[in-house]
């Protein structure tokens, strides 16, 4: 097990190398991208633009320039380039907007999505099922932000209900930091709960089609603990391997909802970073979001090495 | 097994796996509901033309800021000073102007929606026919041959997996968009519509690759494999002629909701502004431009916002629809959900097919 | 042996609804099991076989199934038993073993868990160590070396004939007077299923445990069985004792399946005889005997159900359904002085 946690680990640290490179040149080959020049702005004067690049070292050669960008990532020291602010600083003050909006509304999605998959799977075929189901099939084809957009004039510009936005800290007024939130965890939590409802609804008619839930049955177990420790125990491996990868991939920040909420988190500053073609900011909240995904994608293969005896002991019949 | 003789058993002869499907999903109306709407939609905007010269006598991006319509008898300001601009009229003008005007530049809303969806389901059906494509290609290669083409290829899905997709999406759509791109002799200029096409495509190749490539490594176990194999069939015969057609049923409903998928992206995508560029449009530019107006005129926003959730919603019901008829196991699933087992569920149920 | 049956399956129907219309599983079988007996039941799939062995502990109860007759385990009715009544037979007063042990045990627990689940979900004044101990006892006694350490393995860690000897351990871990076995050597390789065979007589004759063993395979039958059950279509075609069966079989279907068999103490033939046709779909049976369309001998007779009814005198608790006389049976099961063998 340690070995494979070890492989893992280079692997990840492989594949962030990956991306950063690929950022990097991305970045580095746009037409009209000289930052230089961009940070100098519309009247700039050659003798600027020549003293811009050299005091920031664009003209160093690339694979220089990467190396000093990297080293400044993790010294903290990475400025953008317009608005020459520190980038670490900026992503550290983004935390608190993008958790809050991802930990809420995953709680909110985990919840309906495990009660209305389950309540579709008991009752699989009848008028719940068929209602459930039809909500799920709709949250997951609605496009979000203009969904966002609808609950914003219906719920807050036209009545005033919630807030139409902004952020409020936790520790300053919880109350009014899950009020402000709610409109957003809401719209989020929507698709993935959809998706959620009949993913759990899939596996759970797997798995009640299992032949050994007919031989819990058939011991003469209760039906209650058929369905919690037979039934629940392995329909719910895919939706936490699946939550896994949703929830890491998301708190890279979920730009549209931020923007659309304006709460001030990293999805936000990644599109006003993305909008400057700055590329200090670009990198760090790719790297930002890309980390997650791939410590994510570790977590839940340990975990389903863990939950399901056959990955992890490996499928020998021995004696 | 018991329940593989029963169903042969009593399977009339001669009855391909298509054909069973067809007839299953023949059955299930609500799919076929859902797929006769999508192609209403499709209709629907091809009409564009017809709607755009006959009916509103404008084109979707022909402004009509300062002009006035005659409305039920009544003279009205396509925008009136304040900026407003008018509400659907319906049938007032002759249907000019049958949803209103988009805002300040007063241009047919109705035609631009038409318009603008030719655009979107285009971008959403080619987009997935790239993806599938790729993704199919690649999960056989990856999945037949194994060792380092499995590992190259896999590493770099991993790569284009670690990114977030919204980052790279919108990453690729800001930097093509402004510089056009360079394939060989091919040259895309930024504003061009194929650009979002290859973007969105690209970046949905690793979702599918990774599905596809599991399924060929569970084929490539089975013994027909084997037998192919033996009667000397090359690797390129083995993977296109005996593991592909193994795969058509995975791949036609990854197929229709990938084309779900990839135009709630473009939508998303066109709305952050990198996506479809003007004087191109879509739906989810002329959300974008609607939003802005959300308090005044919530219209512009909904109408095209319910086109995209209809689009989409047809494509994942019927999508659904197909798995479930491709696939025998999920139509027991449905019926045997106490007490009987997949076996005599399927011993019984399945039987009677027919 | 006139003592009261143990189980008394009586007139038992099993239906279901489904989307292409009703399908008929069990058309009316009626049998009797008595204390410390083997009784087998055989057909090929799709005969009704496993769905009578699992309505009788209520396994086939489900909205789309329609469930009529009785069956009777002792003095209780099981068809009408509550939940809770039907709960405390299973595992306690019949224990059902499976065709496939790899799927039947839950691959995410331990076998001995497994057990001790079973175990506790009726004795539930016991300590965990004490059923513990009991699940170490049951894996010894149907013959896995080194039960205390295998108690603890998962599923996937045992071979094929382990897993189903555990699941037969499993299945009489609570002392139950009757014990199914619905094709329990099918999934199993031909020498564990000797074994398997073997562990069940033993059983049998060690504890008087009373089997109903499921199966299509007639030499499992000849090895354990004292009387024997042929089921087609859903309905019984004939029963008797072993011998009576064996020797003395009296109804086409059961010719074909003697005559399928090959046989170690006759020479090979070059062709094993099969039953040409298939069976009738269950949705749509044909009236009169539902062997008729495979049926070689078949006359105007055979368009009227046949009644299972004893036609030897000699014999009072031979059955059949077949129009033919035992003169005539005994005549045309002949072939090249074989019983069964297909018809030249």
């Known amino acids: 097990m340690g070995r494979f946690i070890l492989r893992r680990l280079i692997g990840m640290v492989a594949v962030l190398f990956a991306v950063s490179v690929i950022t990097f040149l991305v970045f580095n080959v746009i037409p009209n991208s000289d930052p230089a020049q961009r940070m100098a702005g519309k009247n700039a004067t050659p003798e600027l633009v020549e003293s811009i690049t050299k005091e920031w070292g664009f003209d160093d050669s690339l694979p220089q320039q990467y190396l000093t960008m990297m080293r400044k990532i993790f010294t903290g020291d990475l400025i953008s380039y317009s608005g020459r602010e520190n980038v670490n600083e900026r992503i550290v003050e983004g935390i608190p907007e993008t958790f809050s909006l991802c930990i809420g509304a995953a709680a909110i999605w985990i919840f309906f999505g495990i009660l209305f998959g389950y309540l579709s799977a008991v009752r699989a075929g009848g008028w719940l099922d068929r209602a459930l189901t039809a909500l799920a099939v709709i949250g997951i084809s609605m496009p979000v932000f203009a969904l966002a957009a609808i609950f914003l004039n219906y719920l807050t510009y036209k009545t005033e209900i919630f807030p139409s936005g902004g952020y409020v800290e936790l520790t300053e007024n919880p109350i009014d930091w899950a009020y402000h939130l709610i409109l957003p965890w809401v719209t989020l939590a929507i698709l993935y709960a959809g998706f959620y409802s009949r993913v759990l609804r899939s596996s759970m008619l797997d798995v009640m089609n299992e032949d050994y839930v007919r031989t819990a049955r058939a011991k003469g177990l209760s039906e209650r603990r058929v369905m919690r420790h037979h039934v629940m125990r392995n329909s719910l491996i895919p939706i936490v391997t699946l939550f896994g990868l949703d929830f890491g991939a998301l708190l890279g920040g979920a730009i549209l909802i931020e923007g659309i909420f304006s709460l001030d988190g990293i999805g936000q500053y990644a599109y006003e970073a993305l909008s400057n073609v700055d590329l200090p900011p670009i990198m760090a909240v790719v790297l930002f979001g890309a980390f997650f995904i791939v410590v994510f994608n570790t977590v839940v293969d340990i975990a389903y090495a863990y939950l399901d005896p056959r990955i992890r002991l490996g499928s020998s019949a021995n004696g | ?354 | 042996m006139a003592s009261a049956p143990l189980l008394s399956v009586e007139d038992l129907r099993v239906g279901f609804v489904t989307e292409g219309g009703r399908v008929q599983a069990v058309g009316g079988v009626s049998f009797e099991v008595q204390p410390g007996e083997v009784l087998a039941i055989v057909g090929e799939s799709g005969s009704g076989k496993s769905v009578t062995a699992q309505t009788i502990i209520g396994l086939t109860r489900s909205p789309n199934s329609r469930i009529e007759g009785s069956v009777r385990l002792g003095e209780e009715e099981l068809l009408e038993a509550g939940d809770e009544d039907l709960r405390r037979v299973r595992g306690e007063r019949i224990g059902m073993v499976f065709q496939d042990p790899m799927t039947s045990f839950n691959p995410v627990y331990r076998i001995g868990d497994q057990i001790i689940e079973a175990i506790r979900a009726h004795r539930d004044d016991g300590g965990k160590a004490e059923a513990h101990q009991r699940a170490v006892e049951l894996l010894d006694s149907v013959g896995i070396p080194n039960a205390e350490r295998r108690v603890r393995d998962y599923p996937h860690e045992f071979s094929g004939g382990m897993r189903q000897r555990a699941m037969i351990a499993m299945a009489l871990a609570l002392d139950p007077e009757l014990l199914i076995a619905d094709e329990p050597t099918t999934a199993l390789d031909v020498t564990v299923q000797a074994q398997i065979l073997a562990l069940l007589q033993r059983l049998n004759r060690e504890r008087g445990l009373a089997t109903i063993l499921i199966t299509h395979d007639l030499g499992v039958v000849a090895e354990v069985a004292d009387r024997v059950l042929v089921m087609y279509a859903g309905r019984v075609v004939e029963q008797g004792t072993l011998d009576e069966i064996f020797y003395d079989p009296q109804h086409p279907y059961t010719w074909g399946l003697l005559g399928s068999l090959t046989r170690m103490d006759k020479p090979r033939p070059e062709r094993l005889p099969q039953i040409g046709g298939a069976p009738p779909s269950l949705l749509d049976l044909p009236t009169g005997c539902s062997f008729r369309s495979r049926c070689p001998h078949e006359f105007d007779r055979c368009g009227e159900m046949p009644g299972l009814d004893a036609r030897l005198a000699e014999a009072p608790q031979h059955r059949d359904r077949c129009w033919l006389t035992p003169e005539q049976k005994r005549e045309r099961r002949l072939v090249d002085g074989e019983i069964g063998g297909e018809p030249a």
């Open chain 2, 1 to 354: 097994m018991a329940s593989e003789d029963l169903i042969a058993a009593t399977v009339p002869a001669g009855s391909s796996p298509w054909r069973l499907a067809a007839r299953r999903l023949r059955r299930n109306r609500v799919a076929l509901a859902f797929l006769g709407l999508f192609v209403l939609i499709v209709l629907f905007v091809l009409a564009a033309p017809l709607w755009a010269n006959n009916v509103a006598h404008t084109g979707p991006n022909t402004t009509h800021t300062l002009q006035k319509i005659t409305v039920d008898g009544e003279k009205r300001d396509v925008v009136d000073p304040t900026g407003q601009p008018i509400g659907p009229v319906w049938l007032g003008a002759d249907g000019k102007f049958f949803l209103g005007a988009d805002g300040r530049l007063g241009r047919d809303e109705m035609v631009r929606l038409m318009y603008g969806g030719r655009t979107s389901l285009f971008i959403g059906i080619v987009s997935a026919l790239i993806t599938t494509f790729f993704a199919t290609l690649l999960g056989l290669l990856a999945g037949y041959y194994r060792g380092w083409t499995d590992t190259v290829i896999g590493r770099a899905m991993d790569v284009l997996w670690a990114f977030p997709v919204m980052l790279l999406a919108i990453a690729l759509g800001l930097v093509l968009a402004v510089g056009g791109l360079q394939i060989g002799p091919i040259h895309l200029s930024g504003g061009s519509i194929w650009i979002p096409i290859l973007i969105i495509g690209f970046v949905s190749i690793p979702y599918m690759a990774r599905p596809v490539r599991g399924e060929v490594l569970a084929l490539r176990e089975k013994e027909f494999v084997e037998a192919a194999e033996a009667q000397g069939a090359g690797s390129l015969r083995v993977m296109f002629g005996e593991l592909l057609p193994n795969l058509y049923s995975t791949i036609i409903v990854f197929f229709t909701l990938n084309i779900a998928g990839n135009m709630l992206l473009e939508s998303a995508l066109s709305f952050l502004g990198v996506g479809v560029q003007p004087p191109n449009s879509s739906w989810g530019t002329m959300i974008a431009s609607g939003y802005t107006l959300i308090t005044s005129a919530p219209l512009l926003t909904v109408i095209p916002g319910t086109m995209i959730l209809l689009s989409v919603l047809a494509m994942n019901v019927f999508g659904d629809g197909l798995r479930d008829a491709l696939d025998p196991k999920s139509k027991v699933r449905f019926e045997a959900h106490s007490g009987l087992s997949a076996q005599e569920g399927s011993e019984t149920i399945e039987g009677v097919a027919p």
